[in-house]
């Protein structure tokens, strides 16, 4: 994984700093998008509020990760697909919020309908969050 972290920053242009190594290490170990507070938990408390903070704007503004709202006003973070680029996000799909056990999860298979507006609109953002039980709280409860 230390390779897939090095890749990431090469690729982007940024420096191999250790915040920047610890948290993308943390996003490529999760499957579910995660805030803020989870990578203080995650990264051991290593680093102060304001590094994860400024490390995470980095990463959206180098196309490394992108933002998924959320109805309580916390910003999620999940790494961004290969085609997302600076300044250029093409993460267009669903995400899935468990109203259980509250996991946030990129449904990248799953895209957004296009969406038709009114003369004169231009859409440049969708977001599109989808409430209900995730398959694995679904899983228990059929149990």
Partial sequence: MEEMVLDIL???NLSNTDSRRAILDVFLSSKNALDHHDMEEKTGERFDRV???RTLQT?????????IPTADNIVKYALCREQCSAGHHHDNHIHFFCEKCGTTTCLDETSIPKIPLPKGY???VVNVVVNGTCSKCGNAVKR
């Fill in 10 to 12: 090469r690729k982007h």
């Fill in 51 to 53: 590094t994860i903070y």
């Fill in 59 to 67: 990463f959206i503004d180098r196309g490394i990760v992108h933002t």
């Fill in 122 to 124: 231009v859409g440049n």
